[in-house]
């Protein structure tokens, strides 16, 4: 008799929100910021960052615009249902909030892989996701020790493989544990690509 155990899993959250009017709110307040935030915009030319991001220069966003409160109260619930999943033990205290920034991505645009330090919860919620727009991108974590081991067969089941797109349409909103690389492929799509990332810490 023989069995395969399995641990140690890496879990992803996923949600969709059944609420067009929100989206449009939040597609609207993207697009101004991209156009109005000469601060963000600064910083992206400096960087090299295609497109648009707030990450850098604006940190009210909740206070600036109503839709990204009640998108904040919003997740604040779905965080709260993940982290009791994930079986945390907080010791007292909570999962908050402590950043939420937009991206907005063009054509040919990226976003490297990459991980959220000094976060419990990171995500993304999606506002515009035209026919094309890369997927987000997850990386098995323990990638980098894997030394000599052989690669996956191209059609291997999604839990055996080293990267695992996520799709996603406006109104989705995605959740993972902090530590977890991702990274965005090229936009292959002639429009924008919008959304709202956030991070969620200990506190």
């Given at each position: 008799m023989s069995e395969i155990l399995s641990f140690f899993p890496?879990?992803?959250?996923?949600?969709?929100?059944?609420?067009?009017?929100?989206?449009?709110?939040l597609e609207d307040a993207c697009h101004a910021l991209a156009l109005d935030d000469t601060a963000g915009q600064k910083w992206c030319r400096k960087n090299g960052y295609p497109g648009y991001t707030s990450y850098a220069s604006l940190d009210d966003l909740p206070w600036r615009f109503p839709a990204f409160k009640a998108l904040t109260k919003a997740i604040d619930k779905h965080v709260a249902a993940f982290a009791k999943s994930l079986?945390?033990?907080?010791?007292?205290?909570?999962?908050a909030m402590d950043s939420l920034w937009?991206?907005?991505?063009?054509?040919?645009?990226?976003?490297?892989?990459?991980?959220h330090p000094?976060?419990?919860?990171?995500?993304?919620?999606?506002?515009?996701?035209?026919?094309?727009?890369?997927?987000?991108?997850?990386?098995?974590?323990?990638h980098a020790m894997m030394m000599a081991s052989p690669p996956k067969k191209a059609k291997a089941a999604t839990e055996n493989q080293h990267f695992v797109s996520v799709a996603s349409q406006p109104g989705t909103l995605l959740l993972w544990e902090s530590w977890l690389r991702h990274d965005v492929p090229i936009n292959r799509a002639e429009?924008?690509?919008?959304?709202?990332?956030?991070n969620y810490k200990w506190a």
């Amino acid at each position: 008799m023989s069995e395969i155990l399995s641990f140690f899993p890496t879990r992803v959250y996923r949600a969709q929100f059944d609420d067009p009017d929100l989206v449009q709110d939040l597609e609207d307040a993207c697009h101004a910021l991209a156009l109005d935030d000469t601060a963000g915009q600064k910083w992206c030319r400096k960087n090299g960052y295609p497109g648009y991001t707030s990450y850098a220069s604006l940190d009210d966003l909740p206070w600036r615009f109503p839709a990204f409160k009640a998108l904040t109260k919003a997740i604040d619930k779905h965080v709260a249902a993940f982290a009791k999943s994930l079986e945390f033990d907080l010791g007292g205290g909570k999962l908050a909030m402590d950043s939420l920034w937009v991206n907005v991505l063009p054509e040919d645009g990226f976003h490297a892989a990459h991980i959220h330090p000094h976060s419990v919860i990171s995500g993304t919620f999606y506002v515009a996701v035209p026919p094309g727009a890369a997927a987000l991108r997850l990386e098995d974590p323990r990638h980098a020790m894997m030394m000599a081991s052989p690669p996956k067969k191209a059609k291997a089941a999604t839990e055996n493989q080293h990267f695992v797109s996520v799709a996603s349409q406006p109104g989705t909103l995605l959740l993972w544990e902090s530590w977890l690389r991702h990274d965005v492929p090229i936009n292959r799509a002639e429009a924008e690509r919008v959304s709202v990332s956030f991070n969620y810490k200990w506190a």
